[in-house]
């Protein structure tokens, strides 16, 4: 599986989007994007995934670029309980199940 | 429904115990995996079942041994434990190779 490449911590302000930046730039074609959240030391959550075209579900949204080598999250109006570690996540799809490797994450910090 | 439920939530062991986790899911997943979180650090994996029957070792198998009881039971078991292995353990599962991921609340165990 590519590896990720994520700054260590950003934050944003609430009621304001947060866009969290990936780079995979090692990416192969059938390589999808994941990202999950961990909030507080509770087991991650997932939250969206895509390959080519960007994606949206009730958390947030994923952009991917045309090349797919980076990605952002867009969580588009970011409240206190949005603060976690986000990890993003590359992950093969054709074959055997492979295997679910996270790195350090990014720490997002929502101020008031 | 339950999802991932891990057993204990609590331990602490001295060194040389043994001791094994448990992980149950009750969705019908076919993977499953256990990963460790030190303080500060994101997830490692320590082995993963791609579907009952099978097992593999992630990025720090030492020291662990896993055993895919059935396809709802994944269990990690410390043979000597050692005061390294002090960490968060999460158990996860996946239906296949596409599916979001779904994490356990996480076993604390403390090694003195």
């Known amino acids: 599986d590519a590896k990720t490449t994520q700054p260590p911590s950003m934050d944003c302000a609430e009621g304001r989007a947060a866009n969290l930046p990936c780079n995979h730039s090692t990416i192969s074609g059938n390589e999808y994007v994941y990202w999950y959240r961990q909030i507080h030391s509770q087991g991650p959550q997932y939250i969206i995934h895509?390959?080519?075209n960007n994606e949206t579900n009730e958390m947030a949204s994923l952009i991917i670029t045309e090349d797919r080598k980076s990605s952002t999250l867009i969580l588009p109006h970011a409240t206190l309980r949005d603060t976690a570690v986000y990890y993003c996540i590359v992950r093969f799809s054709p074959g055997a199940n492979s295997k679910l490797t996270f790195g350090k994450g990014i720490t997002l910090s929502v101020r008031p | 429904n339950a999802g991932v439920t891990q057993t204990p939530k609590f331990q602490v062991l001295k060194t040389g115990q043994s001791m094994t986790l448990q992980c149950a899911q009750d969705?019908?997943?076919?993977?499953m995996y256990w990963y460790r979180q030190d303080p500060g650090m994101g997830l490692r994996l320590i082995y993963y079942s791609a579907s009952e029957g099978t097992t593999d070792k992630g990025e720090v198998p030492n020291g662990y041994n896993v055993s895919r009881l059935n396809k709802r039971e994944f269990s990690l078991r410390l043979e000597s434990a050692a005061p390294s292995q002090t960490s968060v353990y999460f158990c996860?599962?996946?239906?296949?190779?596409?599916?979001?991921?779904?994490f356990g609340q996480g076993t604390r165990l403390t090694v003195v």
């Open positions: 996860a599962s996946t239906l296949d190779r596409l599916a979001e991921a779904f």
């Open positions: 895509g390959l080519k």
């Open positions: 969705m019908n997943h076919n993977s």
